[in-house]
T-cell receptor, first 112, second 115 residues
Framework: AQSVAQPEDQVNVAEGNPLTVKCTYSVSGNPYLFWYVQYPNRGLQFLLKYITGDNLVKGSYGFEAEFNKSQTSFHLKKPSALVSDSALYFCAAGGGGNKLTFGTGTQLKVEL | NAGVMQNPRHLVRRRGQEARLRCSPMKGHSHVYWYRQLPEEGLKFMVYLQKENIIDESGMPKERFSAEFPKEGPSILRIQQVVRGDSAAYFC?????????????FGPGTRLTVT
């Protein structure tokens, strides 16, 4: 069975500073990895995905994620955080078949 | 291009009643997924459907829950005889037809409250 772990319930960062939201995964076979963002009372918005190829994936709103096979990680990063980035972030993995397995989410808070 | 549509956005039911949640996928998408989000938890997969077919229902509770995606019309998630533990946000997602490699696009969710 596949699993996704987001070890931090909350991440606080000052605006303008770099941010990292951590994710580790456990899947059999080649992993398909995704990041989604959820704003209050809204659905999830797709940010980026890793299927194959370059380990550094660029996505929406200036976010990127680094796939590390040896550490089974897929951390979300942004060079300069904005207050508007404050939201709930979910890492997800897909393996064989179409269902996604989600982590429990990390609340990102960007402060002035 | 309209996104994934879900209705109602909020639904209140008394214990024992039935809840019907509707989902219209994005234009051009033929695959629909239902997920449940309990308070303070991530999303849990429930069921994956294509038109007139249930592909994977491994996340569906064995009783009271059913889903369909008819040839015409929206996908329906039906919960019979609701209990308080069914209170959650139910999200529908859709994708194109390529298995396992395409992102899923999510609707705004239906928040079910069972009183």
């Amino acid at each position: 069975a596949q699993s996704v772990a987001q070890p931090e319930d909350q991440v606080n960062v000052a605006e303008g500073n770099p941010l990292t939201v951590k994710c580790t995964y456990s899947v059999s076979g080649n992993p398909y990895l995704f990041w989604y963002v959820q704003y209050p009372n809204r659905g999830l918005q797709f940010l980026l995905k890793y299927i194959t190829g370059d380990n550094l994936v660029k996505g929406s709103y200036g976010f990127e994620a680094e796939f590390n096979k040896s550490q089974t990680s897929f951390h979300l990063k942004k060079p300069s955080a904005l207050v508007s980035d404050s939201a709930l972030y979910f890492c997800a993995a897909g393996g064989g078949g179409n269902k996604l397995t989600f982590g429990t989410g990390t609340q990102l808070k960007v402060e002035l | 291009n309209a996104g994934v549509m879900q209705n109602p956005r909020h639904l209140v039911r008394r214990r024992g009643q039935e809840a019907r949640l509707r989902c219209s996928p994005m234009k051009g998408h033929s695959h629909v997924y239902w997920y449940r989000q309990l308070p303070e938890e991530g999303l849990k997969f429930m069921v994956y459907l294509q038109k007139e077919n249930i592909i994977d229902e491994s996340g569906m509770p064995k009783e009271r829950f059913s889903a369909e995606f008819p040839k015409e019309g929206p996908s329906i998630l039906r919960i019979q005889q609701v209990v308080r533990g069914d209170s959650a946000a139910y999200f529908c997602a859709s994708s194109r037809g390529l298995a396992g490699v395409v992102e899923q696009y999510f609707g705004p969710g239906t928040r079910l409250t069972v009183t």
